[in-house]
Antibody, heavy 120, light 107 residues
């Protein structure tokens, strides 16, 4: 069974870069039926897709965040990562890593989420 | 961008009754539509994918239907553990988008 686990700092200063890593277990990140995604949820609000990466390195980003987001995949470590630059308090959220299907079937999975607070 | 609009924002239903939640897409999402349940402090839980396929372990009282741009999640007989927030998600078009959520509360 696919399992995802987020890791990274829980506190980031304004204007700095938020960096998170998602470790994937239970399957290879190289499988072609997965998109690997980051999704966030500000406190008390709904879900916002940040972006996705395919094992080839192809990326898809939320247009509202595109200028500040980089998502990459490290197949040797079975991990993928999120960098969000120039953060403000509005980027405070629970960040989830997740998977969605590239073709068909149930390749959905979510990590437990990690709260990242932007504050000086 | 495909805008997903859920209705109602809040739904009050008594235990044992049926709940019907709606999700409308601003353009066709084919059959690439999922429903999630989220309880406080927890990650979203996948209930339904591909419009109507229940995820592993999801009770049969949860069912999904619809096509194109109009979708429905039905909970046939509400149990106490079903009171939560529900989100729809389309994964047919980039960017992936979610509805704003429907809060299902006890009447």
């Amino acid at each position: 069974q696919l399992q995802l686990q987020e890791s990274g700092p829980g506190l980031v200063k304004p204007s700095e870069t938020l960096s998170l890593t998602c470790s994937v277990s239970g399957d290879s990140i190289n499988r072609d039926n997965y998109y690997w995604a980051w999704i966030r949820q500000p406190p008390g609000e709904g879900l916002e897709w940040v972006g996705s990466v395919y094992y080839t390195g192809s990326t898809y980003y939320n247009p509202s965040l595109k200028s500040r987001v980089t998502i990459s995949v490290d197949t040797s470590k079975n991990q993928f990562s999120l960098n969000l630059s120039s953060v403000t308090a509005a980027d405070t959220a629970v960040y989830y890593c997740a998977s969605t299907p590239a073709y068909d079937g149930n390749t959905f999975s979510w990590g437990q989420g990690t709260l990242v607070t932007v504050s000086s | 961008e495909t805008v997903m609009t859920q209705s109602p924002a809040t739904l009050s239903v008594s235990p044992g009754e049926r709940a019907t939640l709606s999700c409308r897409a601003s353009q066709s999402v084919s059959r690439n539509l999922a429903w999630y349940q989220q309880k406080p402090g927890q990650a979203p839980r996948l209930l339904i994918y591909d419009v109507s396929t229940r995820a592993t372990g999801v009770p049969a009282r949860f069912s999904g239907s619809g096509a194109g741009t109009e979708f429905t999640l039905t909970i046939s007989s509400l149990q106490s553990e079903d009171f939560a927030v529900y989100y729809c998600q389309q994964y047919n078009n980039w960017p992936i988008t979610f509805g704003q959520g429907t809060r299902l509360e006890i009447k």
